[in-house]
Structure formats: structure tokens, C-alpha cells
């Protein structure tokens, strides 16, 4: 019993992780994000409820399905294959919700401009949107995920280099 248990730590946090804080805790965060842009002082409210609410009644009612149906119902999901399936499930529908959140909080308008002669001047942002338009907020999420995964950078370091990337640009008015 304790060897199943143990072996089942790790699917089951992964599912719960996924759910909760990749996708719960994202959700309220932009539920109240909103309300907090809007200038509402209800904003962290919102998110402390609609956060804590689905999470304290999982933790009730799978802790009691839990107990009530053993280890005997775990061995059956298992079996049948349906870990594989939640697990999958789980993981797309928070790669989503990032990709869905990156999208529209993660940001680059630049302000350089090329003066070409003649009174003409060509705006860098112009043509980084008709290339593809947030390409550069992409590339930059794309190349943190990478720094993360395959560098084994750390996370602190890397937000230092956001940070010093961002002012080293604002310095030379790039953005």
C-alpha cells in the first residue's frame, strides 16, 4: 500500500499542479487583473475567492472520494489508461492558458524610428507587426522557455536579464 501510494505522488501533484496552478490561479489572476486595471479594490477579493473556493472543495471532496474508494480505484485508472489521458488533458489545456495569457500581457512596442531622407521616416513597430503581429513578445517567451528547459538557468537569473534587457532597451529608446 505504501509503495502505490508513493508511486502515485507524482501523476496525481502533476495533474493537481496543472490544474490549480496552471490553470485555476491563472484564470482568477486574470479575472482579477481585470477588475484590478478598471481601478476596483476588490481585485485581490476576487482572486482570493475565485481561486480558493474550487481548491478548498477539491481538497474536501477528493480527500473523502479518496478514502471511500482505496487504492483499488487508482490501480483500475492505471490500467484502463485514463492517467494518460487526464494527465495529457491536463497538460494542453494549461499550455493554452499560457499561451493565452502570454498573448495579451506580454508586450513590446518600440519606439525607434528610421529616418530615411527626404522627410520620410519608417517606424520599427510598423514593420514588426505587419512580419507578424507580437512576434518579438513571442520570441522572448519562446527564448525564456528555452533558457529554462534546456540551459538549467535559473529562474532568478533570468528575470535579472529581462530586467537589464528591458532597461538597456528603454536606454537606447528601442522600446
Known amino acids: 500500500m505504501n509503495a502505490t501510494k508513493a508511486s502515485l505522488m507524482g501523476p496525481f501533484s502533476g495533474i493537481g499542479d ?4 496552471g490553470i485555476l490561479r491563472v484564470v482568477a489572476a486574470g479575472i482579477a487583473m481585470t477588475f484590478g486595471t478598471q481601478g476596483n ?33 487508482i490501480e483500475d485508472m492505471y490500467e484502463s489508461g485514463m492517467m494518460d489521458i ?10 493554452i492558458m499560457l499561451g493565452g495569457m502570454t498573448g495579451n500581457l506580454v508586450t513590446f512596442k518600440s519606439k525607434m524610428i528610421f529616418h ?13 507587426d505587419q512580419i507578424f503581429k507580437g512576434i518579438v513578445p513571442l520570441g522572448l517567451t519562446l527564448g525564456c522557455f528555452y533558457l529554462l528547459s534546456k540551459k538549467n ?17 528603454a536606454f537606447f529608446g528601442i522600446a
Open 18 to 21: 496543472t490544474l490549480f496552478w
Open 86 to 95: 487526464l494527465t495529457k488533458a491536463a497538460s494542453v489545456l494549461g499550455l
Open 41 to 73: 479594490f476588490l481585485a485581490p477579493i476576487v482572486f482570493l475567492i475565485v481561486y480558493n473556493v474550487p481548491s478548498f472543495w477539491c481538497r474536501w471532496e477528493l480527500t473523502k472520494l479518496g478514502y471511500s474508494l482505496g487504492s483499488h480505484y
Open 153 to 169: 538557468v535559473s529562474f532568478t537569473a533570468l528575470m535579472i536579464g529581462v530586467i537589464i534587457l528591458s532597461l538597456v532597451l
Open 116 to 128: 530615411l531622407g527626404g522627410g520620410q521616416t519608417l517606424q520599427l513597430q510598423s514593420i514588426l
